[in-house]
């Protein structure tokens, strides 16, 4: 079974540029996460989607973070314009539910990891 | 606020030596239980999970972990390591019965030594 595929895995841009990055979860999952991970921290949920739509995104800066999930599959995370603060692995998970559910586990990509000059 | 705590940053241990790795956190109703790692250069794998039953979780590669609900504590234990276990890991916690989110822990690094 293939896992969560991301891309780009390395990504470096100056401040104030904009980045995208793109999230394909492992097939039949509905559930899909997108987390930041500050170096020296555990991974913090930016936002999660049930099939295409939003279920929580309390935690995402929406004045420069946005993301979509069309169609229900892939993913893709937007960041514009990127701070100094936003480097970070930005890691993407998904699952067959999404919690609440039974036994619900997350698996999670290999990330892309950013780095703002 | 509902938190995980992982009390060690970084473990040194030398090989056949056992591992003990904890994890506690601060909410006192439902809680489902997971500790991922993460090995040098790959992504976070799950080692093991807690739901629901016998506290004593076997995982992966050697690994168990303990679920005390009376202290909160959901510790991770090899009883010998090998130089193979070096990498990262993570304590996550997923709270309340309706709950989706994962909390983690900030991670301890684990290095054993040849």
């Known amino acids: 079974e293939a896992g969560v595929a991301q891309s780009p895995r390395y990504k470096i841009i100056e401040k104030r540029q904009s980045v995208a990055f793109w999230c394909n979860p492992i097939s039949g999952h509905a559930t899909l996460y997108w987390y930041q991970q500050i170096l020296g921290q555990g991974p913090k949920l930016l936002i999660q989607f049930q099939n295409n739509g939003v279920v929580d995104d309390s935690q995402l800066p929406k004045d420069r973070f946005s993301a979509e999930r069309l169609k229900g599959v892939d993913s893709t995370l937007k960041i514009q314009p990127a701070k100094l603060e936003d480097s970070a692995v930005y890691l993407c998970a998904s699952s067959t539910r999404g919690g609440g559910q039974g036994e619900d586990t997350q698996y999670f990509g290999p990330g892309t990891r950013l780095t703002v000059l | 606020a509902q938190s995980v705590s992982q009390h060690n940053h970084h473990v040194i241990l030398s090989e056949a030596a056992s591992l003990e790795l904890g994890c506690n956190y601060s909410?006192?109703?439902?809680?489902?239980l997971f500790w991922y790692v993460q090995y040098p250069g790959q992504h976070l794998q799950l080692l093991l999970k807690y739901f629901s039953g016998d506290p004593l979780v076997k995982g992966i590669k050697g690994f168990e972990a303990e679920f005390i609900k009376s202290k909160f504590s959901f510790n991770l234990r090899k009883p010998s390591v090998q130089w193979s276990d070096t990498a990262e890991y993570f304590c996550a916690v997923r709270m309340g019965a309706g709950s989706y989110q994962l909390t983690f822990g900030k991670g301890t690094k684990l290095s054993v030594i040849p």
């Open positions: 909410y006192g109703g439902t809680v489902n």
